[in-house]
C-alpha cells in the first residue's frame, strides 16, 4: 500500500513515541521517531518530511526552537505542536511563528490524524501551486533581445541543442544561465524529458553528494529508505548543474565518473545505475584559473568545457535594454495591476548609462520596484533604485572612474582583518568579480585576494 505521507514524530517519552507510531502505522503513513530536537534535524536532512509532530515541552531543544530548526532546513514542511493545558500560550505564540496546529494532551486519536491530514494536505496544495507558479514562470521567461552578441550566443545554443555533448555556460552572476540551459533543452531531441536544475553552492557540502547520487536504505543514520538523486531523476532529460565550481573534491571525482562512463553509485549502495542525460553546467568562476590551483580537476574540467558558451554580460547588450525593460514592465505591471504603459525617455537613459554588475536580473529587480513604487501611468527617473537613476556613474567612465571618490565607512572597533575583506568585497562588487583587475585597482596580487577569501570561509 502507497504511504498517505510521511510523517516525522518528535518526543523525549518513549511511551509517547510508540503509542503514536501504532497509531500513525493503522492508517497507513509512514513514521521516523526522533527523541530529541537534533535527533529530528539530522532526520529532516536525511530525507523529505510533510508534518513534524513534536512535542513543545523538550530538554536541549524544545519544540518551538525546533519550529525554527524546521523552517531553515525543511521549510516545505508542516509543523504540529503537542502540548500539555499549561502551556497553551506558547503553542499559540508557536503558531503565530508558523506552526500549523497545536494539540493539546491527553491526545485524542481522531484529533491528531485529522490534524496531521489536514497539514499533509496543506503542503501538497502548496507545493502544487509552487510547482505551478514555476511551469508559469518558465513560460513567461523569453530570452528576449535583439543585440550581436545576444544572437551570436543564442545561434551557439541552437547549434549545441541538437547534440547530446556537455555544454559549459559561462557568465557573470545575473546574466540567465539556467534560463539559456532550458533553451538548450528545450531544442533537443530530450525536450520530453525532465529538466532537472541543481544550485551547487546553495545545497550544503554535507549533502551535495546524496542530492546528486542519492542513496541506499541505511547508507547513513537517518536513511530509512532508497532515495533518487537528481543525476537519476534527469533520466531522458537535462541535468543543470548551476555553480559547477563549487563542487567538492570527492564530488568532482563522482561526477567525472559519471561523465565517463554514464553511471553512477548511490551512497551506500555496492551495484551502478545506468543514466542517460545531458548535462549542462554553468559557473560564473574562471575554471581554468581554479584548475591551475588545484581546486577543480582538470579531467573534469575538460569533460564539462566540450562546448563552451559564454554568456555576455547587460552592459555589452546596451541595444537590449529597452526590450528587457518593456518585457519586465508588461510583466509586473499585470502582475501587480498596475496601469503603467511605459518608461520615460530620463528614465530609458539612466538604465542605458548604468553599468548593471548584477546584469538582467538586477534590471527585473529595478523595474519591478518601479512598478510597484509608481504612482502614475509612466516610470520615471525618481521611480528607480536611486543607483540606477543616478546612472552609477555611467558606462564609459570604466571601473577605475567609477571607483573614484567612492566611501567605505566602517565602525569604530572593526578588525584591521575585517576592514581589509570589507575593501577588497567592495572593489570586487565594482569590478564584477574580476580579481585581477580589483587585484590592481588595490595595488595588491591576486593571490592575496585568493587567500583573504579563501581565510574568510574557514
Known amino acids: 500500500m502507497e504511504s498517505r505521507g510521511t510523517i516525522l514524530v518528535v518526543d523525549d517519552e518513549q511511551a509517547n513515541l510508540d503509542s503514536l507510531e501504532r497509531i500513525f502505522a493503522r492508517e497507513g503513513y509512514r ?8 535527533e529530528a534535524v539530522d532526520a529532516l536532512r536525511a530525507e523529505p518530511v510533510d508534518v513534524v509532530l513534536t512535542d513543545l515541552m523538550m530538554p536541549a531543544m524544545s519544540g518551538q526552537e ?3 530548526a524546521v523552517r531553515a532546513v525543511a521549510p516545505d514542511a508542516e509543523v504540529v505542536l503537542m502540548t500539555a493545558y499549561g502551556t497553551v500560550e506558547a503553542a499559540v505564540a508557536a503558531m503565530k511563528d508558523g506552526a500549523y496546529d ?4 491527553p491526545l485524542k486519536r481522531h484529533a491528531v490524524l485529522k490534524s496531521v491530514q489536514q497539514a499533509i494536505d496543506k503542503r501538497r496544495l502548496v507545493l502544487e501551486n509552487k510547482q505551478l507558479r514555476a511551469r508559469l514562470a518558465g ?3 523569453p530570452i528576449v533581445g535583439q543585440s550581436p552578441s545576444l544572437r551570436a550566443t543564442l545561434d551557439i545554443i541552437r547549434q549545441a541543442a541538437p547534440s547530446s555533448a556537455t555544454v559549459l555556460l559561462l557568465g557573470e552572476s545575473g546574466t540567465g544561465k539556467e534560463l539559456f540551459a532550458r533553451a538548450l533543452h528545450e531544442h533537443s531531441p530530450r525536450s520530453p524529458g525532465p529538466f532537472v536544475p541543481i544550485n551547487c553552492a546553495a545545497i550544503p ?3 551535495l553528494e546524496s542530492e546528486l547520487f542519492g542513496y541506499e536504505r541505511g547508507a547513513f543514520t537517518g536513511a530509512v529508505q532508497r532515495k533518487e538523486g537528481r543525476i537519476e531523476r534527469a533520466q531522458g532529460g537535462s541535468l543543470f548543474l548551476d555553480e559547477v565550481g563549487e563542487l567538492t573534491a570527492s564530488v568532482q571525482v563522482k561526477l567525472l565518473r559519471f561523465l565517463q562512463e554514464g553511471e553512477i553509485e548511490r551512497l551506500g549502495g555496492s551495484g551502478t545505475v545506468k543514466v542517460d542525460c545531458r548535462v549542462v553546467a554553468a559557473t560564473n568562476q574562471d575554471l581554468s584559473a581554479r584548475v591551475r590551483e588545484g581546486k577543480f580537476r582538470e579531467d573534469l574540467y575538460y569533460r564539462l ?3 563552451q558558451v559564454v554568456l555576455p554580460p547587460l552592459r555589452d547588450r546596451i541595444e537590449d535594454i529597452p526590450l528587457l525593460a518593456d ?10 495591476g498596475k496601469p503603467i504603459g511605459r518608461l520615460t525617455r530620463a528614465a530609458l537613459s539612466a538604465l542605458e548609462a548604468y553599468p548593471w554588475p548584477g546584469n538582467v536580473r538586477e534590471l527585473e529587480h529595478a523595474i519591478e520596484r518601479a512598478v510597484v513604487l509608481s504612482r502614475g501611468a509612466q516610470i520615471d527617473v525618481d521611480d528607480l533604485p536611486e543607483s540606477v537613476g543616478s546612472g552609477g556613474g555611467g558606462r564609459a567612465a570604466g571601473v577605475g572612474a567609477a571607483l573614484e571618490g567612492r566611501t567605505l565607512t566602517v565602525p569604530l572597533g572593526t578588525t584591521m582583518e575585517e576592514i581589509e575583506l570589507r575593501v577588497i568585497r567592495e572593489t570586487l562588487r565594482q569590478t564584477k568579480g574580476d580579481k585581477n583587475l ?5 595595488g595588491i596580487a591576486a593571490r592575496t585576494i585568493y587567500r583573504k577569501l579563501d581565510r574568510e570561509k574557514e
Not at 513514521?31 to 537534533?38: D, E, K, R, T
Not at 497545536?102 to 494532551?105: D, E, N, P, S
Not at 580589483?438 to 588595490?442: F, H
Open 139 to 141: 513560460a513567461e521567461q
Open 205 to 207: 557540502e554535507t549533502i
Open 438 to 442: 580589483a587585484a590592481q585597482l588595490l
Open 305 to 307: 568545457n566540450v562546448i
Open 31 to 38: 513514521i521516523l521517531l526522533a527523541c530529541s530536537g537534533q
Open 66 to 68: 525546533l519550529l525554527r
Open 102 to 105: 497545536f494539540l493539546t494532551k
Open 327 to 336: 518585457h519586465f514592465m508588461a510583466h509586473y505591471a499585470a502582475k501587480n
